[in-house]
């Protein structure tokens, strides 16, 4: 397993970008016939077609993380963004090695969050409720560092995605009588909104003001803390895009992610995952029209492979809107991961620190066993 003392040496990253995409894809068709069995290529919807088309198996982030449970690879590339390959890391077995492509494809929305923050809050709620570990639930959206889903793990929390953001906050409200919500404050209000928990009992936590600019009143009030996070690509979504759209096309589709607002979310005919967008959008009748407010890539492939069921789909912003980080996996860095894996050495591995990762995965096995 992972035998490395045949290696060749490691072949930088420079031999490999400038290389055209049709070179690349030559190198990666290559690596992996090297690789066979070895390897398997996990890929997020988000991922552009030219890495897209090579992957092993696709998922959103709830299915990506039971695929990495499951596999039995060496190696498994994941194509998608940090915290995805943590939660892979998290998830395999201590043997199996995640490989990142290009290290700087993160989620700024996940940056929206840091621990430093995060304990800071903790502090403060303490000085405000008692012991928050009583009253509060901590909750993270998968798209979050390692050490904050230790944090859940740590303070009874749990982790949770777009996919089973409501079946996680019943349970979270179940633990205790509140919930603290992070990163992203868009999938933590539609979720609350949906279990019927009114819009003043969700208050926003600004981690950047003391006692997050909220008062002992509105923090004892709140059932839900939401952090003020969100993500740079669905904030793009507006619902003045979904009524214009409507004037044209009243009897049109919308579908959205819950990262969008509320006012988008309120306004869309279905909301989900990425997953659940594809299959939506996939099963409805032939000739049926949609508007989609997620990512650009993920809109685009299933506009062209539903093209010939007469689908019409369009995207939901009038800019384009892709998520840069997502891009950071280009062929070029997908070539250059498998071929050095295919000569023995593991560039870019993904290892969250031992005591971080037992913890986080407590958060996450809540998680598979609540969803
Ligand atoms: P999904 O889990 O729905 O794929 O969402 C991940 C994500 O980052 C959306 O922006
Ligand atoms: Fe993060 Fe937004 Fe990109 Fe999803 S689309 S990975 S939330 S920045």
Redesign the pocket.
């Known amino acids: 397993m992972n035998d490395i003392s045949t290696a060749s040496p490691v072949l930088e990253f420079k031999h490999f970008a400038a290389l055209s995409d049709e070179q690349a894809e030559a190198h990666i068709i290559e690596a992996r016939a090297r690789l066979a069995q070895r390897a398997v290529l996990l890929c997020h919807h988000?991922q552009r077609e030219s890495i897209y088309r090579h992957a092993d198996l696709t998922g959103d982030s709830l299915k990506l993380a039971r695929l990495a449970a499951q596999t039995d690879a060496e190696f498994i590339v994941f194509c998608g963004?940090r915290f995805m390959a943590e939660v892979a890391d998290i998830l395999s077995r201590p043997q199996q090695i995640v490989i990142l492509p290009d290290l700087a494809a993160g989620?700024?929305?996940?940056d929206m969050a840091d621990l430093e923050k995060v304990e800071q809050c903790w502090i403060e709620l303490t000085d405000m409720l008692g012991t928050p570990d009583a009253r509060i639930t901590p909750v993270t959206y998968i798209?979050s560092a390692a050490d904050l889903k230790a944090f859940c793990g740590e303070h009874g929390g749990v982790v949770c995605t777009s996919t089973n953001a409501p079946a996680i906050i019943d349970w979270a409200l179940k633990q205790r009588e509140k919930v603290l919500f992070f990163p992203d404050q868009h999938l933590g209000r539609w979720t609350g909104y949906k279990k019927g928990i009114p819009l003043d009992q969700m208050a926003v936590w600004d981690p950047d003001l003391e006692n997050g600019g909220l008062t002992k009143k509105e923090i004892e009030h709140a059932r839900i803390l939401l952090w003020k996070g969100y993500?740079?690509?669905?904030q793009m979504f507006q619902v003045e895009h979904i009524r214009n759209w409507r004037t044209q096309h009243p009897d049109g589709f919308v579908i959205s992610h819950p990262?969008c607002n509320l006012d988008v979310c309120l306004e869309s005919n279905y909301v989900g995952s990425t997953e659940f967008i594809i299959n939506t959008v996939t099963a409805a009748p032939p000739g049926t029209r949609w508007l989609v407010g997620t990512?650009l890539n993920l809109v685009s492939r299933l506009a062209e492979q539903l093209k010939a069921q007469n689908k019409i789909i369009k995207f939901m912003a009038p800019t384009v809107c892709m998520?840069s980080?997502?891009q950071r996996i280009d062929p070029q860095h997908l070539a250059w991961a498998l071929e050095n894996l295919a000569n023995g050495n593991a560039v870019n591995p993904i290892r969250v620190p031992t005591h971080d990762a037992e913890l986080a995965r407590a958060a996450l096995t809540r998680m598979l066993e609540t969803s």
């Open positions: 988000y963004v989620c700024s929305m996940a798209n993500c740079s690509v669905h990262e990512e998520c980080t997502m």
